[in-house]
T-cell receptor
Framework: AQSVAQPEDQVNVAEGNPLTVKCTYSVSGNPYLFWYVQYPNRGLQFLLK??????LVKGSYGFEAEFNKSQTSFHLKKPSALVSDSALYFCAVRGNSGYALNFGKGTSLLVTP | NAGVTQTPKFQVLKTGQSMTLQCAQD?????MYWYRQDPGMGLRLIYY???????DKGEVPNGYNVSRLNKREFSLRLESAAPSQTSVYFC?????????????FGSGTRLTVV
């Protein structure tokens, strides 16, 4: 089954520092990978996706993600964190049906001033 | 505003009661989904509808039924609510190609079963 794992429940970073939120995947075939963000009491918002092509994917709000096939990873990154980036982040992979996404358990990002 | 609309936003049910969660999208998307979100468990797929007239079970379908009423609407029904169904429920939709382009999510329904 197609799955993703987010090994960290929480990531803490100081404002202005670079941030990384980790995601590893397990798929058969080519992976379709996504990152979503959820602010408190809101639905999930799309950040970026990897389907094919360049291993560095740029997305919304200054986020980017690096696809690494040899390490089966798709880590989310941002060069300089903002307090407003504090939220819950989900990695996801397209499931076997080709329609539904399978989500990781989420990583809570806390950016402190 | 274009998007996915869920109603109600909050609901408290007694064990054994039934209810229907409503979802509608105005983006002409083909596929629609229902997820539940529980602390520490991420989002788990309940049911999905790849296109109008079709529905399929996801990871956690027990205790739920769905109806794809038309292209816009996809409802989730709890026939006999149980405390284990206390959760936040999200509806989502995606365009042609299923999840290729990612999802658009509704703002969620927070359900408590007492």
């Amino acid at each position: 089954a197609q799955s993703v794992a987010q090994p960290e429940d929480q990531v803490n970073v100081a404002e202005g520092n670079p941030l990384t939120v980790k995601c590893t995947y397990s798929v058969s075939g080519n992976p379709y990978l996504f990152w979503y963000v959820q602010y408190p009491n809101r639905g999930l918002q799309f950040l970026l996706k990897y389907i094919t092509g360049d291993n560095l994917v740029k997305g919304s709000y200054g986020f980017e993600a690096e696809f690494n096939k040899s390490q089966t990873s798709f880590h989310l990154k941002k060069p300089s964190a903002l307090v407003s980036d504090s939220a819950l982040y989900f990695c996801a992979v397209r499931g076997n049906s080709g329609y539904a996404l399978n989500f990781g358990k989420g990583t809570s990002l806390l950016v402190t001033p | 505003n274009a998007g996915v609309t869920q109603t109600p936003k909050f609901q408290v049910l007694k064990t054994g009661q039934s209810m229907t969660l409503q979802c509608a999208q105005d983006m002409n998307h083909n596929s629609m989904y229902w997820y539940r979100q529980d602390p520490g468990m991420g989002l788990r797929l309940i049911y999905y509808s790849a296109s109008e007239g079709t529905t399929d079970k996801g990871e956690v379908p027990n205790g739920y039924n769905v109806s794809r009423l038309n292209k816009r609407e996809f409802s989730l029904r709890l026939e006999s609510a149980a405390p284990s169904q206390t959760s936040v429920y999200f509806c989502a939709s995606s365009g042609r190609g299923g999840s290729y382009y990612g999802y658009t999510f509704g703002s969620g329904t927070r359900l408590t079963v007492v």
